[in-house]
Nanobody
């Protein structure tokens, strides 16, 4: 079973940047074929899809982060990244990665807090 471990979160001021990483274990050579995604969740709200990246490298983003966030992947390291710039307080959430379908096992997430 594929497991995901997220890292890179923290406290940042509005307008700042962070780079999140997600390491997938147990995927082996198949990682490169997976549609991967970043999600985020605020307490009391549904988990939200933030960005997706296909095996081809093509991407799509939620309207709320378009132009500010960039998803990328390193198949050799079975890792997905989320570069976040121009952060806003409303980006504060627990961030997770998973398959694009969201059908995988959820990791612990990494907390991003945007506050002055």
């Amino acid at each position: 079973q594929v497991q995901f471990v997220e890292s890179g979160g923290g406290l940042v001021q509005p307008g700042g940047s962070l780079r999140l990483s997600c390491a997938a274990s147990g995927s082996g050579i198949f990682f490169s074929t997976y549609l991967m995604a970043w999600y985020r969740q605020v307490p009391g709200k549904q988990r939200e899809l933030v960005a997706q990246i296909r095996s081809s490298g093509s991407t799509n983003y939620a309207d709320s982060v378009k132009g500010r966030f960039t998803i990328s992947r390193d198949n050799a390291k079975s890792t997905v990244y989320l570069q976040m710039s121009s952060l806003k307080p409303e980006d504060t959430a627990l961030y997770y990665c998973n398959f694009g379908s969201g059908a995988g096992s959820w990791g612990p997430g990494t907390q991003v807090t945007v506050s002055s």
